[in-house]
T-cell receptor
């Protein structure tokens, strides 16, 4: 069983549509980070959230950290083909220091 | 560019061999983390060093070891390699601290033949 359940695993949508990716756990996280990874490259940090209930916006991307710091979501508005990639959530458990526990990832494809 | 440099980018070797992966963290970062990414396991934490000292170990095999040098670069040594060790190995660095973001290098792709 994954400590961080990420859903959906695959998502294929048309340009202009909205989408939400979810990251859920029964454990509490000190912080949670969202990354985007392209083939052959390392994960690129999008955002870090640390406070329960926190909402951060990055252009068309909106990130939310659950009040209890057990879950998070990534919402993309008006998706574009350039948003295509593997989106990963990763959290630092309260009991495990700064090491990151990763979700399995959401492979997003935005079709023109 | 994350500022984290990993070499080599690709490694192809045979079972039973030993390899060394190198990581240079971002300027000013004291923490270095190593992760393994395989198709069936996703990204898994291996080990964390802070300013030269080991801070935490994850699911790292006994055949694997790491160290962080005084100039803060780190090396991950993999020995007695098995086919199942084929994976992407990533290094990440941060300034230290639980809420500090980790920045990843582009990884080393290890292929065991």
């Amino acid at each position: 069983t994954q400590l961080l359940e990420q859903s959906p695993q695959f998502l294929s949508i048309q340009e202009g549509e909205n989408l939400t990716v979810y990251c859920n756990s029964s454990s509490v996280f000190s912080s949670l980070q969202w990354y985007r990874q392209e083939p052959g490259e390392g994960p690129v940090l999008l955002v870090t959230v640390v406070t329960g209930g926190e909402v951060k916006k990055l252009k068309r991307l909106t990130f939310q950290f659950g009040d209890a710091r057990k879950d998070s979501s990534l919402h993309i508005t008006a998706a574009q083909p350039g948003d295509t990639g593997l989106y990963l959530c990763a959290g630092a458990l309260e009991t495990s220091g700064s090491r990151l526990t990763f979700g399995e990832g959401t492979q997003l494809t935005v079709n023109p | 560019d994350s500022g984290v440099t990993q070499t080599p980018k690709h490694l192809i070797t045979a079972t039973g061999q030993r390899v060394t992966l190198r990581c240079s963290p971002r300027s000013g970062d004291l923490s270095v983390y190593w992760y393994q990414q395989s198709l069936d396991q996703g990204l898994q934490f291996l080990i964390h060093y802070y300013n030269g000292e080991e801070r935490a170990k994850g699911n790292i095999l006994e055949r694997f070891s790491a160290q962080q040098f005084p100039d803060l670069h780190s090396e991950l040594n993999l020995s007695s390699l098995e086919l199942g060790d084929s994976a992407l190995y990533f290094c990440a660095s941060s300034s230290g601290g639980i809420a500090q973001p980790q920045h990843f290098g582009d990884g080393t792709r290890l292929s065991i033949l």
